[in-house]
């Protein structure tokens, strides 16, 4: 059983950056796919971005050119750069990791709040 831990969330204000961190109990390469999602109150949990084992990206229309998603595989461990943040912004992100079998593990969440 793989668990994911994250940190990095806090309080920021509009304009503001934070980087959030995922690390992997353990290093295995029967992970695919790394992902960050988020969930505002009241609304479904959704995709923000999504890297590879081989280290391709996807991004929420919503978070493109403003968020970067990298991984370091020898670690197994993902982070989401998030700059130019908005209000919009604020939600509980989470990691999750996806193996190729198809099992899927995610994190306990940390929150962002972007706020003046």
């Known amino acids: 059983q793989v668990q994911l831990v994250e940190s990095g969330g806090g309080l920021v204000q509009p304009g503001g950056s934070l980087r959030l961190s995922c690390a992997a109990s353990?290093?295995?390469?029967?992970?695919?796919?790394m992902s960050w999602y988020r969930q505002a109150p009241g609304k479904e949990r959704e995709l923000v971005a999504i890297c590879t084992r081989g280290g391709s990206t996807k991004y929420a229309d919503s978070v493109k050119g403003r968020f970067t998603i990298s991984r370091e595989n020898a670690k197994n461990t993902v982070y989401l750069q998030m700059n130019s943040l908005k209000p919009e912004d604020t939600a509980v992100y989470y990691c999750n990791a996806a193996e190729y079998s198809g099992g899927s593990y995610w994190g306990q969440g940390t929150q962002v709040t972007v706020s003046s």
């Open positions: 353990e290093v295995t390469s029967r992970i695919n796919l």
